[in-house]
């Protein structure tokens, strides 16, 4: 299938990063047995990997600003456009060797993401999309699942990590949601689980306090395949607020009813 010139950048420097992150997930088997475990190790294989992401993406566009998880902002002199960059999303789940992370890349362009691509080597996933022009994984075209009752829909959710965020406000959610859904989910991956939901398999998804670069390439992900992405609140501010919830128009806008009054 052709896509533009600059989702071809930005699948090379997936593929290129992958296979590297996918060497290191063959190590990491080896490490687990080792008293120290394989943590030192991980942060080599994700650092090595936006270096690569890194290298690649500014030569291929020189000039484009280049906000990444590990080396934090780096300006260019293009202001307009900026790479939004996690080269490994879902680093626990890498660490222990579960094949459910991804590298995730996402093009913002006047304050707006214009294009995305999330990766997982583990099982050669390849979502893609452009604004405008559709999402795809591995070439299919992609749309977001059609359900309308929340009680027929699997539903996907992050939680708070040791130390952060609000552990009581997250059990109050997952008790108000095991009352409401079929099936809830916790895969450890938010770029995954966005490009889920854009995929179909997900009916819909929400998590709290992430990041940027957890957000930006699965936002048009979802976006492209026809669904609604916001903040806890209802709103266009998933990015800027580090909550979403996501599923298509019906099922966002339930997700939005239960959580924003917990
Ligand atoms: P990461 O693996 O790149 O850190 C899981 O709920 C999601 O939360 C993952 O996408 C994970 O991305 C992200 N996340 C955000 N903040 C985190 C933190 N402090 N520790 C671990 N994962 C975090
Ligand atoms: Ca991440």
Known sequence: ?????????????????????????????????????????????????????????????????????????????????????????????????????????????????????????????????????GAFLNDMRLRVAGRKRLDDCVVACGLPHIGRGDHELSRREMTEMQNRVAGLRRFGAASLDLAFVAAGRLDGYWERNLQPWDIAAGLIMVREAGGIISGIDGHDNAIESGNVVCGNETIQRELVKILKPL
Request: no cysteine; hydrophobic share 40%; charged share 25%.
């Open 1 to 133: 299938m052709l896509h533009s010139a600059l989702i071809n950048v930005m699948v090379k420097a997936a593929r290129r990063a992958g296979r590297s992150l996918k060497r290191d997930l063959g190590e990491i088997e080896n490490l687990q047995v080792s008293l120290k475990g394989p943590a030192n190790f991980v942060s080599l294989a994700d650092k090595r990997a936006e270096q690569m992401l890194y290298d690649d993406l500014t030569k291929a566009r020189p000039g484009y600003g280049f906000l990444g998880e590990e080396g934090g902002t780096r300006e260019g002199s293009d202001k307009s456009n900026i790479w939004i960059v996690d080269p490994l999303d879902g680093t626990t789940n890498f660490l222990h060797g579960i094949p459910q992370f991804a590298i995730s890349i996402g093009l913002q362009r006047e304050g707006v993401i214009v294009a995305g691509v999330i990766y997982n080597p583990a099982n050669d996933e390849l979502y893609i999309a452009e604004r405008g022009k």
